[in-house]
């Protein structure tokens, strides 16, 4: 009963590289949620996704940040050209289709990726 | 919109006694889910309790409850017979219920430092 998984769990990228990020959600999960905790803050919402579908991208950056989450595999979170800025944990959530659950606890983490921008 | 207010940046409590974690909220929805999350040094977010809006009673879960006062906005977090193992940081967080699940809101979070 394996919960969501991340990989990398720390990544280390050079100003101008591109990092990629992978979440795989609980199995039965269908809705992926990206959230970036920077340092002695709080998880901020980035964007939130369905199988092939991006429902809402609103936390995430205009520029340089993408992210899916295809029919087959994991959850991608994508960022390119990278900055020092970018130096953050993202962490990865997911949950049931609510058709299914209501349960509270139904958006469960991954152990975070630890993105540093050297 | 949804607001979580963690006013307490840090906290210290003797090992074995209780501690309370403040959290005030803000949101219009009728609606919502509040939540603590627990962060260890080693990064992970553990989940530990929820509260419902519309649930009477506060939540509790083994040493944690939740202080649930919905007039007020607040839903503080208890942890009683502190353990040196509790030490980290603590997270409020929300989400509307009719929205979907999974969308949270997050405070800056509270140091909890648990001392021998």
């Known amino acids: 009963n394996a919960g969501v998984m991340q990989n990398p769990r720390h990544l280390v990228r050079r100003r101008g590289q591109e990092a990629r990020l992978r979440c795989s959600p609980m199995?039965?999960?269908?809705?992926v949620y990206w959230y970036r905790q920077l340092p002695e803050e709080g998880l901020k919402f980035m964007v939130y996704?369905?199988?092939?579908?991006?429902?809402?991208e609103s936390g995430m950056p205009k520029e340089r940040f993408s992210a899916e989450f295809p029919k087959e595999g994991p959850s991608i979170l994508r960022i390119q050209q990278v900055v020092r800025g970018d130096s953050a944990a993202y962490f990865c959530?997911?949950?049931?289709?609510?058709?299914?659950?209501?349960?509270?606890?139904?958006?469960?983490f991954g152990q975070g990726t630890r993105l540093t921008v050297v | 919109a949804q607001k979580i207010t963690q006013t307490q940046p840090g906290m210290f409590v003797q090992e074995k006694e209780a501690v309370t974690l403040d959290c005030t909220y803000d949101?219009?929805?009728?609606?919502?889910?509040l939540f603590w999350y627990k962060q260890p040094s080693s990064g992970e977010m553990i989940f530990l309790i929820y509260?419902?809006?519309?649930?009477?009673q506060n939540a509790t879960e083994g040493r944690y409850s939740l202080n649930f006062q919905k007039a007020r906005k607040s839903a503080n977090l208890v942890i009683s017979a502190s353990q040196l193992g509790d030490s980290a940081m603590y997270f409020c967080?929300?989400?509307?219920?009719?929205?979907?699940?999974?969308?949270?809101?997050f405070g800056d979070g509270t140091t909890l430092t648990v001392k021998p």
């Open positions: 959530a997911s949950s049931p289709d609510r058709r299914q659950s209501q349960s509270p606890g139904s958006a469960f």
């Open positions: 199995k039965g999960h269908s809705h």
């Open positions: 996704l369905q199988k092939e579908n991006i429902i809402d």
């Open positions: 949101t219009s929805d009728q609606s919502y889910g």
């Open positions: 509260q419902g809006s519309y649930d009477e």
């Open positions: 967080a929300m989400r509307g219920l009719n929205t979907n699940a999974g969308k949270s809101t």
